[in-house]
Antibody, heavy 119, light 107 residues
Framework: QVQLVESGGGVVQPGRSLRLSCAASGFTFSSFGMHWVRQAPGKGLEWVAAIFADGNSKYYADSVKGRFSISRDNSRNTLYLQVTSLRGEDTAVYLC????????????WGQGIQVTVSS | EIVMTQSPGTLSVSPGEGATLSCRASQAVSSNLAWYQQKPGQAPRLLIYRASTRANGIPARFSGSGSGAEFTLTISSLQSEDFAVYYCLQYYTWPRTFGQGTKVEIK
């Protein structure tokens, strides 16, 4: 059974940084691409970033490019999102998601972790 | 970036009735389109991928159609558990983009 558990969120001041983690279990983590998606309060889903299974290719939404960095440690079955220069509009629930290994869609989701940017 | 536009924003439906949700892409995405259901306080759930293939465990009352830039999610007879927000996602190119969502509410 696929499990994705996010951690590392909290309340942070504007301009500061945070590292989000996503612990994966129930599947061979190193064989799957992974994504981060966020959802601002009362809003829809916004795709944030993705990383290939081997970690060699990474993609970002324009809204976070240059400020956020996705990475993974396949030996620890963990996905990361380093978020820097945080702004109020980054306040959201951040969800970790797995990509299907037969196609490119997202097939599984974590429950998400809240990040609140506030002074 | 490809812009995904869903309509309507809100759909009011009585239980047992059918519902048709639309998703339009600003450029063709082939059949690289998925649909997700999200209930309050829950993670999204995959319903449909490749525009028309139901995910494991998804009831047959959910069906997807379309290709290119126009897609439809049809729920044939709404059950109480189907009232939720539905999102489309294009995975044809980077960056991935979601539609803004359609809320299906009880009439």
């Amino acid at each position: 059974q696929v499990q994705l558990v996010e951690s590392g969120g909290g309340v942070v001041q504007p301009g500061r940084s945070l590292r989000l983690s996503c612990a994966a279990s129930g599947f061979t983590f190193s064989s799957f691409g992974m994504h981060w998606v966020r959802q601002a309060p009362g809003k829809g889903l916004e795709w944030v970033a993705a990383i290939f299974a081997d970690g060699n290719s990474k993609y970002y939404a324009d809204s976070v490019k240059g400020r956020f960095s996705i990475s993974r440690d396949n030996s620890r079955n963990t996905l990361y999102l380093q978020v820097t220069s945080l702004r109020g509009e980054d306040t959201a629930v951040y969800l970790c998601a797995r990509e299907s290994n037969s196609d490119w869609y997202i097939d599984s989701w974590g429950q998400g972790i809240q990040v609140t940017v506030s002074s | 970036e490809i812009v995904m536009t869903q309509s309507p924003g809100t759909l009011s439906v009585s239980p047992g009735e059918g519902a048709t949700l639309s998703c339009r892409a600003s450029q063709a995405v082939s059949s690289n389109l998925a649909w997700y259901q999200q209930k309050p306080g829950q993670a999204p759930r995959l319903l449909i991928y490749r525009a028309s293939t139901r995910a494991n465990g998804i009831p047959a009352r959910f069906s997807g159609s379309g290709s290119g830039a126009e897609f439809t999610l049809t729920i044939s007879s709404l059950q109480s558990e189907d009232f939720a927000v539905y999102y489309c996602l294009q995975y044809y190119t980077w960056p991935r983009t979601f539609g803004q969502g359609t809320k299906v509410e009880i009439k």
